[in-house]
């Protein structure tokens, strides 16, 4: 079955680092892969979308990675902020037309 | 554009009760998505609508559950029987021009089932 799987533990960094988050998917092949942020008590927010013909993809502090041999994106978010602290989630998108979403990696950036 | 909107915010009842939760997409938008939200299981779609037409259905749980888009505008999530486990955090979610898109998600609804 199809299955995602994200950094299950919390990432901890300090302020001014760059923050790394890893999603590794099995058993398909997506087209596009999104990256979403959470707070809490709140919905996904849309970060970043990327094709399986991009290498990367950039805005503003956010790069996104996709490696469609090693079936894996990395997240980067350089020059941390406390503000960047919620919960991110990995989503690639299967070709039945859907988004399957990982269980989301927590990020805490301390000043 | 107010974003998508859900209601109630907050929902408490008894097992056994029709609950029933409500959402209005972004104007304009094609697809509209329904999703529930554990710590267990995590963010799963339960079902998902194009120009108010369901498409995928394979999520719902089981036959207590039925969603239904009578307009562009509006979209329902009927659960009836409501059981415990069905606690969750409810998100409605729009899209424009595909459901590879962006999804633009409500503050969802926060369902508790005692």
């Known amino acids: 079955s199809q299955k995602i799987e994200q950094n299950s533990e919390a990432l901890n960094i300090q302020e001014g680092k760059t923050a790394t988050l890893t999603c590794n998917y099995t058993?398909?092949?997506?087209?596009?892969l999104q990256w979403y942020r959470q707070d809490p008590g709140r919905g996904p927010v849309f970060l970043l979308l990327i094709r399986e013909n991009e290498k990367e993809k950039r805005k503003e502090r956010l790069k996104v990675t996709f490696d469609t041999t090693l079936k894996q994106s990395l997240f980067h978010i350089t020059a941390s902020q406390p503000a960047d602290s919620a919960t991110y989630l990995c989503?690639?998108?299967?070709?039945?037309?859907?988004?399957?979403f990982g269980q989301g990696t927590e990020l805490s950036v301390k000043p | 554009d107010a974003g998508v909107i859900q209601s109630p915010r907050h929902e408490v009842t008894e097992m056994g009760q029709e609950v029933t939760l409500r959402c209005k997409p972004i104007?304009?938008?094609?697809?509209l998505f329904w999703y529930r939200q554990t710590m267990m299981r995590g963010l799963e779609l339960l079902i998902y609508?194009?120009?108010?037409?369901?498409?995928?259905d394979s999520g719902m749980p089981e036959d207590r559950f039925s969603a239904k888009m009578p307009n562009a505008s509006f979209s329902t999530l009927k659960i009836q029987p409501s059981e415990p486990r069905d606690s969750a955090v409810y998100f409605c979610a729009s899209s424009f021009s595909g459901s590879y898109n962006e999804q633009f998600f409500g503050p969802g609804t926060r369902l508790t089932v005692l």
């Open positions: 989503a690639p998108y299967n070709q039945g037309g859907k988004l399957i």
């Open positions: 058993n398909y092949s997506p087209a596009y």
């Open positions: 609508f194009n120009n108010n037409v369901p498409i995928d």
């Open positions: 104007s304009g938008h094609d697809y």
